[in-house]
């Protein structure tokens, strides 16, 4: 299933980039590019050439990254780590093409089309494109040019990106829960902590991806939080927000917490954000999962 997710942002995104770009570029000039001017087109003049309708331009890089860095109006997205490695291409020695690197050409071909047509790259640096030029020049493509990286691009068709974009679905308006929290499980970077006491973790069983960080045994055991008033947060709580930094990694990063009941998971939620954390979640309490993820205990373990 995230397979064909994965193919199906891949698609998405390449067609509404190159059909936004068309759009925009309409009734522009057609400039005859040949592989001979690759010398002339850089990121410094590809302004001069983008929307010409004899032109393909093909950004290299994966969907995360044009999302969250920002692409090039005009530029179609075709993955070359996300896609084209291991399925048309394999890197024998780097970065240097040769014939045995070329594992399946008729699926190159069929992305790249007539062998006379004028062909644009772009990556992050130009390795990329230039070690599929390599590809493309052995299968006898003859009009291929590389314009470089887009982290030399200063033109006027860049398209920022979010920065914080890592490749997964949005998270729902409503939140997180333990109704729906196994659609956001194994989400790149994210952190999944459960608050129960370790023994509970082993004996009770636990939700598949989430890591034990007993509140009681550890948190509050060792001082980096002393609760004053019950389950009620006061930011005089926190007497270690080093520490818990430590635990809990970058203060932008995606938290997902859970407990019992959700009543410790939803005090820390509170903890966390006190100290500058952005994006924790309080997914709620095992108690309530029925879910497909979750790992039986075992009663019979001890420490």
């Known amino acids: 299933m995230k397979k064909i997710l994965s193919l199906f942002v891949v698609a998405f995104v390449a067609i509404t980039l190159f059909g936004c770009a068309t759009a925009n570029g309409a009734g522009a000039p057609a400039f005859q590019l040949t592989g001979a001017d690759d010398a002339a ?98 299968l ?51 952190k999944y902590v459960d608050f129960r006491n370790a023994i509970q973790y082993y004996t009770e069983g636990y939700i598949d991806g989430f890591m034990t960080k007993s509140f009681f045994e550890f948190i509050e055991g060792q001082e980096f939080v002393v609760r004053s008033d019950g389950w009620n947060f006061s930011a005089s709580d926190v007497k270690d927000d080093f520490m818990l930094e430590e635990l809990f990694g970058d203060r932008d990063r995606e938290i997902f917490l859970m407990c019992l009941s959700g009543a410790r998971s939803g005090y820390m939620k509170q903890a966390l954000e006190s100290i500058g954390y952005t994006n924790v979640h309080n997914v709620g309490g095992i108690q309530d999962y029925t879910g497909a993820n979750r790992v039986s205990g075992d009663p019979s373990f001890s420490f």
Do not use: H
């Open 41 to 138: 087109v850089t990121m410094d003049t590809i302004d001069n050439y983008l929307f010409a309708d004899n032109i393909r331009f093909i950004d290299m890089r994966d969907p995360v990254d044009a999302m969250s860095d920002g692409y090039i109006a005009g530029f179609e997205l075709l993955p070359f780590k996300a896609y084209l490695e291991n399925r048309a291409l394999v890197r024998n020695t780097g970065w240097n093409f040769t014939p045995a690197d070329l594992v399946d050409a008729e699926l190159l071909e069929s992305f790249f089309g007539d062998k006379d047509a004028t062909l644009v790259f772009m990556c992050l640096s130009g390795t990329r494109c230039g070690y599929v030029m390599q590809a493309l020049e052995y």
């Open 140 to 190: 006898g493509y003859t009009n291929l040019i590389n314009a470089g990286g887009i982290r030399d691009y200063n033109g006027r068709y860049l398209v920022g990106g979010t920065q914080t974009w890592n490749g997964a679905m949005g998270l729902p308006p409503a939140g997180v829960t333990m109704d729906n929290i196994d659609e956001y499980l194994g989400r790149p970077g994210a």
